[in-house]
Every structure is written in C-alpha cells, then in structure tokens.
C-alpha cells in the first residue's frame, strides 16, 4: 500500500481543521455511550418489568427502528442544509429523547421508554448520517479510511463509559430480588420495587441529556468547515438509482445490516450467556449479571485497544485484506462461545470484539468511496442497515428462550447468528480486495 505519512490525516493539520474534527469526534462517543448503556438493559427492563428476554428485546427493535426511520431523512435534511445543521438536528432529538426519560418513568409502563428510545435514536441517526461522511470529508481522500477509524476509535470509548455507568449506576443499584423472587411478590409490592429501580435506571440518561445539550451548544458557538456541503438539491429517486449501480456499495449496505447486527447480538446477549454460566457456579443472579458485564467491559477495552492498532495497520495493509482476516478470526471466537461451556466461553466472547474492532468504519469507507456528493444518501443507506441490530437480536432471543436446545444450552447456541454473519463480512473483505475496491 502507498504510505501516506506526509499527508494530513486531518485537512491542513491546522487548528482551524482539528478544533472542528474534535467536536464531531465527541459525537462519536456520544452515540457509543448510548448504544452500550442500552445494551445491558435488556436484561434490566425484563427483570424490571417481569418479562422475557423477547419481550425485554424490543428495547433494542425501538433503539434500531430510529436509526431506520430516520436515515434518509436525515439525508436529506444534510442536503438540504448542510453537514453541521445534521449534527446540531441529531444532538437535539438525543438530548430530547434522553429527557423523555423523566415522564415514562412517571408512568410505570414498559412501551413510553420505548418511545423514549425511539426519539433518542432518531437523533443518532441524524449523528451518524452527518458525522461519518463529515469525518471523510475532512482531509484528503488518501487518508479518508483512516480518519474515520481514528473518529470511529472514541466511539468505543463512550461505549465503554456507557457500559461502567449500567454496572456501576444502574445494575449493580438495582434492587437483589432476583427475576423468580419478584414473580412471587403481591402487586403492591412489585410496584414499589418497579417504581425505585427505574428511578436508578432514569437518572443516567438525564446526566448525558444535559451533556449532550453542552457538545450542541460548542458546536453552534465554532466555525465549521463546509467541506461537501452541496447546492442543496434533492435529486432522491436518480441518486438512489446511481447509487444502486455501484456494487461495492449495494454490498456493502448488505454486509453492514449483518455485520451490526452481530455486533448487536453480542453485546446484548453476553450477560444471558455469563449470567446462565456464573448462576452454574453457584452465583446468585445479580452477582452473576455484574460479573457478565465486567467481561462485557472487557470486551470493550479490548475493542477499543483493537480500532487503534487497526487504524495503524491500515497504513500498511489493504482495508479489504483486514477485513477478511478479521473476519475469520471472529467467525472462529463465534464457534468457541457455541461449543465451550465454560469460562472460556466469556473469552472468546472478548476475541470477537477484538475482531470487531475494524469492520464498522471500514464496510461503511468502502462503501462510500469516490461516491462524492451522493455519499449523503449514501451514508442514509449504510444507517439503515444499522436496523440489522434491531431485527437480529429478537430472533436470537427467541431461541435463549428455549432454554435448551439438542441437549446444550439454548444461550450457547444461537450464537450461529452472529457466526453466519460474520462469514458474510470475510466474503465482502475478500471481494473489496480481489475487486480492488479499498
């Protein structure tokens, strides 16, 4: 690969062109930390509300139906206008959809958070529709690839923020009475018990709705560059055609819905899979959900340490070449969660996050390379793949509900999910590298 060392990873290397790419790069870590302090709570609002782990998924089907619904909007709100007012847009649903909050837990029902979700990530999917193309366009294109993975690399870092504030917050803050416990209470006792443990849940998401408020605010008050911002026509059904065209990046919407959602499934069911296998070694259920999230902190850290190493080895190695090879690797942990039973099991949990590390923002750069101005519409179809993690994890839960399957462990195996996705983003790395698309 040609190195491009003496080019600016960031426009001209000026303060004028790294003040502005900090601040979008803060999105980045925005939207990590709301992904992944929603993620344990699946298992949280199921227990809260004596649910199953289906019915406690469709707070990931609302978190990811906002990313749908909103990505060509967002779009073309981004072409009408302009990259920042995207942004601004987006930060404003978050910090309204995080305030919402407040009056669902007034209510004591289940659905008004998952309305609250919803508006929360409409606002996300006005972040990312705006902030990745954004990112790509501030410098040259040599070094687009790895601009984005270094954005991309804060947003494991607000994920893992995301994920100490649910253990230490939230979880571990929780009243003990475990999920059989709580079926056996009257129901004016299982109001009482509902009514405080969302008053520990809410008080999280009120917090990050006020910073959020702050990143909108600085981003209002700083000059930022106009690079991509168009005339601000709307030309939908002949850029969807011209999009469509393109092979790498039909594709590579594809590759991205199964991609997220095995990222998804991972996160998500890494505290079913631990808390079953911890409560096997005598935990009592809250205990064995903190320590599932410890690994799930770990596998975090681990992905973050990952998009670092990886954003420096595509210096030197084809984005396509990485990407198979990720992939593998993760196909492989995938069959050890399967088949292992024990704490190794946990591990390789970690390994695919590791593995994981690279494959968002580098599908999405290929995708949208040399797309030009078409990359905002672009960028809206590579969003609403992001549904996969709204679509794919219910029917994972759906086999965990099973509780047993062919005499293993349910949990243990409908992590074939994520296996089968994964093999389809090593067929996309290897075509983006025979096809010389990276």
């Given at each position: 690969?040609?190195?491009?060392?003496?080019?600016?990873?960031?426009?001209?290397?000026?303060?004028?062109a790294?003040i502005?790419?900090?601040?979008?790069t803060s999105?980045?870590?925005?939207w990590?930390?709301?992904?992944?302090?929603t993620?344990?709570?699946v298992?949280a609002?199921?227990?809260?509300?004596?649910?199953?782990?289906?019915?406690?998924?469709?707070?990931?089907?609302?978190?990811?139906?906002?990313?749908?619904a909103?990505a060509?909007?967002?779009?073309?709100?981004?072409?009408?206008?302009?990259?920042?007012?995207?942004?601004?847009?987006?930060?404003?649903?978050?910090?309204?959809?995080?305030f919402?909050?407040?009056?669902?837990?007034?209510?004591g029902?289940?659905?008004p958070?998952?309305?609250?979700?919803?508006?929360?990530t409409?606002g996300?999917?006005?972040?990312?529709?705006?902030?990745?193309?954004?990112?790509?366009?501030?410098?040259?294109?040599?070094?687009?690839?790895?601009?984005?993975?270094?954005a991309?690399?804060f947003n494991?870092?607000?994920?893992?923020?995301?994920?100490?504030?649910?253990?230490?917050?939230?979880?571990?803050?929780?009243?003990?009475?475990?999920?059989?416990?709580?079926?056996?209470?009257?129901?004016?006792?299982?109001?009482?018990?509902?009514d405080a443990?969302?008053?520990?849940?809410?008080a999280?998401?009120?917090?990050?709705?006020?910073?959020?408020?702050?990143?909108?605010?600085?981003?209002?008050?700083?000059?930022?560059?106009?690079?991509?911002?168009?005339?601000?026509?709307?030309?939908?059904?002949?850029?969807?055609?011209?999009?469509?065209?393109?092979?790498?990046?039909?594709?590579?919407?594809?590759?991205?819905?199964?991609?997220?959602?095995?990222?998804?499934m991972?996160w998500?069911?890494i505290?079913?899979?631990?808390?079953?296998?911890?409560m096997?070694?005598?935990?009592?259920?809250q205990?064995?959900?903190?320590r599932?999230?410890?690994?799930n902190i770990?596998?975090?850290?681990?992905?973050?340490v990952s998009?670092?190493?990886?954003?420096?080895?595509?210096?030197?190695?084809?984005?396509?070449?990485?990407l198979?090879?990720?992939?593998i690797?993760?196909?492989?942990?995938t069959l050890g969660?399967?088949?292992f039973?024990?704490?190794?099991?946990?591990?390789?949990?970690?390994?695919?996050?590791?593995c994981?590390?690279?494959?968002f923002?580098?599908?999405?750069?290929?995708?949208?390379?040399?797309?030009?101005?078409d990359?905002?519409?672009?960028?809206?179809g590579l969003?609403?793949?992001?549904l996969?993690?709204?679509?794919?994890?219910?029917?994972?839960?759906?086999?965990?509900?099973?509780?047993?399957?062919?005499?293993?462990?349910?949990?243990?195996?409908?992590?074939?999910?994520?296996?089968?996705?994964?093999?389809i983003?090593?067929?996309?790395?290897?075509?983006s590298?025979?096809?010389?698309?990276s």
């Open positions: 690969m040609k190195s491009t060392r003496k080019i600016p990873v960031v426009g001209d290397g000026s303060w004028a790294i502005p790419f900090v601040l979008i999105c980045f870590a925005l990590g930390f709301a992904n992944d302090i993620t344990p709570l298992k609002f199921s227990k809260i509300f004596r649910m199953s782990v289906t019915e406690g998924t469709l707070v990931q089907v609302a978190f990811y139906g906002g990313y749908f909103m060509f909007p967002a779009a073309m709100f981004i072409r009408r206008y302009s990259y920042k007012a995207g942004v601004m847009l987006g930060l404003g649903l978050y910090a309204l959809g995080a919402l909050f407040f009056p669902a837990k007034m209510t029902d289940y659905y958070f998952l309305i609250a979700y919803f508006v929360l409409c996300l999917s006005f972040l990312e529709t705006s902030c990745n193309p954004y990112i790509l366009s501030m410098g040259a294109e040599e070094t687009a690839m790895r601009r984005l993975n270094l991309q690399a494991p870092m607000g994920a893992l923020l995301g994920m100490y504030v649910a253990m230490e917050f939230i979880q571990r803050r929780l009243h003990p009475l475990d999920t059989e416990g709580r079926a056996l209470l009257s129901d004016s006792e299982f109001e009482a018990v509902r443990d969302l008053s520990t849940l809410i999280p998401y009120l917090v990050i709705g006020l910073a959020t408020l702050c990143v909108l605010i600085l981003i209002r008050l700083i000059k930022m560059p106009k690079n991509g911002d168009g005339s601000g026509k709307i030309d939908f059904i002949p850029t969807l055609k011209r999009l469509f065209k393109v092979q790498r990046y039909r594709e590579g919407v594809i590759v991205q819905f199964f991609y997220v959602g095995a990222q998804i991972c998500t069911f505290i079913q899979y631990g808390t079953r296998l911890f096997d070694m005598g935990m009592a259920e205990m064995a959900e903190v599932s999230q410890k690994f770990l596998a975090m850290a681990v992905f973050c998009r670092f190493v990886c954003t420096f080895l595509l210096r030197f190695f084809n984005p396509g070449q990485l198979r090879a990720l992939g690797g993760a196909a492989l942990f969660v399967m088949f039973q024990n704490i190794l099991g946990m591990y390789c949990i970690v390994g695919v996050s590791a994981m590390s690279l494959m923002p580098t599908i999405y750069g290929i995708a949208l390379k040399g797309l030009g101005e990359a905002k519409f672009g960028a809206a969003i609403m793949a992001i996969g993690g709204s679509i794919l994890p219910p029917l994972q839960a759906s086999i965990i509900d099973l509780h047993e399957l062919w005499g293993m462990p349910s949990v243990n195996l409908s992590f074939v999910l994520p296996f089968i996705c994964f093999v983003v090593v067929f996309y790395g290897h075509r590298y025979q096809k010389k698309w």
